[in-house]
């Protein structure tokens, strides 16, 4: 099956630290990347759309100066939490897409951020 | 406003028996439908999906079933075994849309008994 590889898998840091979490598609090209938050016992919440070479598209609500979104190549896509505080703690999550309709995506294993 | 919803929080069934998970969705333009299974600090994993053309697709011991008319659909998975205890959301997409979303419910917790 598909392998999406998400890094790290925890953060531990102090209020006002920049994170940056890395989601890679490791066995095939993901033209469409997508990064997720979910709350405890809640459904995933999409936060953005990441295509290969363009600008991310962020869900209404997300603050895209918060939440940089880089999608440089077609086997990674980066989600930087800047100046982040404790309401940012969250598990995060990335998914990768091959650009065929009908596919599904394809999760990595999340990101359990915690801001002190 | 849910346009996907898994009304069950949790089910709790006994290994060997059948396990169904229910999904409902409000959206007409949905259709293409999967279910992911996740456990604990994990994404999700896939499991199985159905296109609005088929209303039964199978796949070892897990069948998914969708009933356009009701907007229902639900996972059945026989036998169920303990390994299967994990939190399953029922997802949903527009195949008309450009960027390949997906709409999740908020999961159903399955426990199976040994």
């Known amino acids: 099956g598909a392998v999406v590889s998400q890094h790290p898998s925890r953060v531990i840091c102090k209020s006002g630290t920049s994170v940056k979490i890395e989601c890679r598609s490791l066995?095939?090209?993901?033209?469409?990347m997508f990064w997720y938050r979910q709350f405890p016992k809640q459904s995933l919440m999409l936060m953005a759309t990441?295509?290969?070479?363009?600008?991310?598209?962020?869900e209404q609500g997300v603050e895209k100066d918060k939440f940089l979104i880089n999608h440089a190549s077609l086997t990674l896509s980066t989600l930087t939490v800047t100046s982040a505080h404790p309401e940012d703690s969250s598990f995060y999550i990335c998914?990768?897409?091959?650009?065929?309709?009908?596919?599904?995506?394809?999760f990595g294993d999340g990101t359990r951020l915690s801001i002190l | 406003d849910q346009q996907v919803k898994q009304n069950s929080p949790s089910l709790s069934v006994q290994e060997g028996r059948i396990s169904i998970l229910n999904c409902d969705y409000t959206?007409?333009?949905?259709?293409?439908f999967l279910w992911y299974k996740k456990y604990p600090a994990e994404g999700p994993t896939f499991l199985i999906s159905?296109?609005?053309?088929?209303d039964k697709n199978e796949d070892g011991r897990f069948t998914v079933f969708l009933n356009k008319s009701a907007k229902h659909l639900s996972l059945h998975i026989v036998p169920s075994q303990p390994g299967d205890s994990a939190v399953y959301f029922c997802a949903a997409k527009n195949s008309g849309g450009s960027n390949y979303k997906l709409t999740f419910g908020k999961g159903t917790l399955l426990t199976v008994n040994p």
């Open positions: 066995d095939f090209q993901a033209t469409t």
């Open positions: 159905i296109s609005s053309i088929k």
């Open positions: 990441s295509n290969e070479g363009s600008k991310a598209t962020y």
């Open positions: 998914s990768a897409h091959r650009g065929y309709s009908n596919q599904p995506q394809h």
């Open positions: 959206n007409s333009m949905f259709d293409y």
